[in-house]
């Protein structure tokens, strides 16, 4: 398990794991706890391959708070930041963090008890020796965990930083008629004209369904992915060889359970485009809720839809001219409504693709909270002063 039990009131027990062989064994619980959670950032097999391609395998630790009976209630991955400049704070990130991947990130706690676990959780986190602050990334501030934690670091008093940021997720309709009806005229004639320009252009779509085809496909990705950066003149992040081994742990697990959404845009043998993504099914075990409802996590209430978050795409920029980008996305949209999804997740970042599906922001900030420590205090208060 790691570190040894802390009593934390309400029943509750503060653990520590350390390192991922820990985290790992924990997964079964870690997973039950994220059906409140929006998907997949915060889910075990995310984040232990997100940790074993870019942390050291003894870097990354957790903190597990326990009910009376000994069941997972509460759970917080993390890992310290490499180290920085001498003056710079000590800071713990969520164990998918760092390298611009993860989005959503927060506790997870059992609904209902977020309030005690969340106090629980920072109560352990102000005793980690060497530790300044915590960083949350776009963790939605919508969410009960997150509101939890906002209210008990005021109630604390520990400093706060909150950086906004911009997450738009789409509403889909039962049929993909109907979600392009819900779309401006301009939009709805463009997508349909790209769906038509696969059969004009004697190109075809499909999804990777088996295991000998995830390799290959993966690096169609790539190289179709960092096309558009060398053209700029830039590497781009699959140069990264720590990002190509994330990539392939993660999908060869979402592929084993039925999730992942890989597809490609394919003439005579070669990808032109293609688009990654994974599907969760609607939370709660209830039925798929409509399209009001897809802009709300499911930690913010109500029942998460079936959702498809979109992670990466690519396309050849040789045949740009007409858009296979465009063109495998309306297929792959396409399919989804086919298979129940109802919500696009396209994750952090705005770009007018994702206004013209019908994203809406659903409200998320990077939280940086400074821990009881003086150093921590003085560095907030001079940024404060400083309007940093």
């Not at 005021?154 to 779309?183: C, I, M, N, Q």
């Not at 190289?223 to 990264?240: I, K, M, T, V, Y």
């Not at 990654?276 to 075990?285: D, F, H, K, V």
Request: charged letters at 25%.
């Amino acid at each position: 398990m790691g570190g040894g039990l802390s009593p934390a009131g309400d029943g509750l027990t503060v653990a520590r794991c350390s390192g991922l062989a820990a985290l790992a064994r924990e997964s079964a619980g870690w997973q039950r706890l994220c059906a409140d959670a929006m998907p997949p950032c915060n889910e075990p097999a995310w984040t232990l391959a997100h940790a074993a391609a870019f942390r050291g395998a003894d870097d990354v630790f957790a903190l597990a708070v326990r009910d009376e009976r000994g069941e997972l209630v509460g759970w917080l991955p993390l890992a310290r930041e490499p180290g920085r400049a001498w003056w710079a704070l000590r800071r713990a990130r969520h164990a998918a963090d760092g390298h611009f991947d993860s989005e959503m990130l927060e506790p997870l706690c059992a609904r209902g008890r977020e309030r005690e676990i969340v106090a629980a959780l920072l109560t352990a986190l102000a005793r980690e020796r060497g530790l300044h602050a915590l960083v949350l990334s776009c963790a939605p501030v919508g969410s009960a965990p997150t509101r939890a934690l906002l209210d008990a670091v005021a109630a604390r008093g520990w400093p706060l930083r909150r950086e906004p940021r911009t997450y738009l997720v789409a509403p889909l309709e039962p049929s993909f008629e109907e979600t392009l009806a819900k779309l401006r005229s301009r939009v709805r004639s463009k997508l349909r004209q790209a769906l038509r320009s696969i059969d004009e252009r004697g190109a075809r779509a499909r999804f990777v369904e088996r295991a000998d085809e995830l390799a290959p496909a993966l690096d169609a990705l790539y190289e179709l992915h960092q096309a558009r950066w060398n053209a700029e003149g830039r590497p781009g992040s699959f140069a990264d060889a720590r990002r190509r081994a994330f990539y392939a742990r993660w999908t060869a697990d979402a592929l084993a359970a039925g999730r992942l959404r890989l597809a490609l845009l394919e003439r005579d043998g070669r990808a032109l485009a293609a688009q990654i993504g994974i599907a969760t099914p609607a939370s709660n075990g209830a039925a798929t809720p409509g399209a009001s409802d897809a802009a709300t996590p499911a930690s913010s209430g109500g029942a998460r839809p079936s959702t498809y978050t979109q992670i990466q795409e690519g396309y050849d920029p040789r045949e740009s001219e007409w858009r296979p980008a465009t063109a495998l996305r309306a297929w792959a949209v396409r399919a989804l409504c086919e298979q129940g999804v109802r919500q696009l997740d396209f994750q952090e970042g705005d770009a007018p693709h994702k206004r013209d599906w019908g994203g809406v922001e659903v409200p998320c900030e990077t939280l940086v909270v400074a821990l009881p420590r003086w150093r921590a205090r003085a560095e907030f208060a001079l940024r404060a002063r400083l309007g940093r």
